[in-house]
């Protein structure tokens, strides 16, 4: 998936004041090939989730009725992890006045960075019509072959999700390729818990299994070294950092004949393989979900509740994307104090996955 849209794109950001030096502002996002306009507009709301500054719902009025129909907005306000009130307020009144071609809010994306929050959103609106327009080609292929078919998109975590669910959230999947040769890899081997490097031609990275998944990182960064709300798979580059201290060595999968300069690794090769390991980790990829939320809590025991509704909304979801209930197991969760913030403020932060061990079959393709 590659970002792409033809109309403008407008941040809305709600927030007590402007910035006092207009510098932090992003102006345009050269990597995205999106010049952006702001909007500011006064509101937000603390951390526990009260009003500071009541929405200037008239001044986003006048400016949705000023400018051109059709335009792309993401609007972000603080505080709104915990409340909202004013991202959504201010996205009826787009919907009202402006006839927006689309409407992204950041409060979607949990990160504590209002910034990442902010430039996630924009991603993930550059990249809805690309992704839009290969879900739809793919449900149109596989329909005319399997129309029965579920069909699954891989996730920047190393799981997969419902076909369904990429137009919503494209920026969860659009870099997914190398969590997924990652899976590819360790289903070859038969490996379900350890870590592995994954070496296909000049592409040499590091990565590690717990309980058949990936472990992840709450935020990845792109490219183009920018951070985005997503969670990711922990792929690290090989350096002797990474491999030193380690009780046991990687195991070290190399796709081809050559591969990359695997002699340089100092890690004996455990397998060649001519298969796309890519191909074969989007069959192995367990479907995965999260739920990534701050809430206000009062006392330990609201703390709890929020943690077992969180692991309860997960396992719906999966058994709603269609694995069983057997199946489903939480390998994540977590509720804890946001730092920085009043201790009311609780980061609940749990992951669901659902699927079966890698089949002992594709062992036969991991010689030592």
């Known amino acids: 998936l590659e970002p792409r849209s033809a109309a403008p794109t407008t941040l809305v950001r709600i927030a007590p004041r402007p910035p006092a030096d207009a510098d932090h502002e992003i102006r345009s996002a050269p990597d995205l090939g999106q010049a952006v306009n702001i909007l500011h507009a006064a509101g937000g709301h603390t951390t526990l989730g009260d009003e500071l500054v009541r929405l200037d719902a008239d001044a986003i009025r006048r400016a949705a009725e000023a400018v051109p129909r059709g335009l792309r907005y993401v609007i972000t306000s603080v505080g709104s992890l915990v409340n909202p009130a004013h991202e959504i307020r201010a996205g009826e009144i787009l919907l009202e006045h402006a006839e927006p071609s689309s409407i992204e809010y950041s409060h979607s994306f949990a990160s504590s960075s209002f910034a990442v929050r902010e430039r ?72 379900y818990d350890g870590s592995l490097i994954v070496a296909d031609g000049d592409r040499v990275f590091l990565g590690e299994l717990v309980d058949g998944v990936p472990t992840v990182v709450p935020q990845l960064v792109d490219r183009f070294g920018s951070s985005l709300a997503t969670q990711t798979a922990n792929i690290l580059p090989v350096t002797d950092s990474q491999l030193s201290g380690r009780v046991e060595a990687p ?22 393989t001519a298969l796309d390991l890519r191909a074969l980790g989007a069959a192995c990829a367990s479907l995965a979900d999260w739920v990534n939320r701050v809430v206000n809590v009062g006392n330990a025991s609201e703390m ?33 104090a946001t730092a920085y913030e009043s201790p009311r403020v609780v980061s609940v932060r749990v992951r669901g996955v659902a699927g079966e061990r890698p089949s002992t079959q594709l062992t036969d393709g991991c010689a030592a």
């Open 120 to 191: 996630t959103a924009l991603a993930n609106s550059l990249l809805i019509p690309p992704a839009a327009s290969l879900a739809t080609m793919i449900a149109l292929a596989a329909g005319k072959r399997a129309p029965q078919a579920r069909l699954y998109v891989t996730t920047n975590d190393g799981g997969c999700a419902p076909l369904a669910r990429l137009p919503l959230a494209p920026v969860h999947s659009a870099l997914s390729g190398s969590p997924v040769e990652l899976i590819g890899a360790a289903a070859l081997c038969g490996i």
């Open 304 to 336: 709890e509740q929020a943690l077992a509704a969180a692991k309860a909304r997960v396992g719906a979801r999966l058994v709603s994307f269609g694995a069983a209930p057997s199946q489903v197991r939480i390998t994540e969760a977590r509720a804890v």
């Open 251 to 272: 195991l070290l999968v190399v796709r081809g004949s050559d591969g990359a300069a695997v002699e340089e690794i100092g890690v004996p090769v455990r397998a060649r």
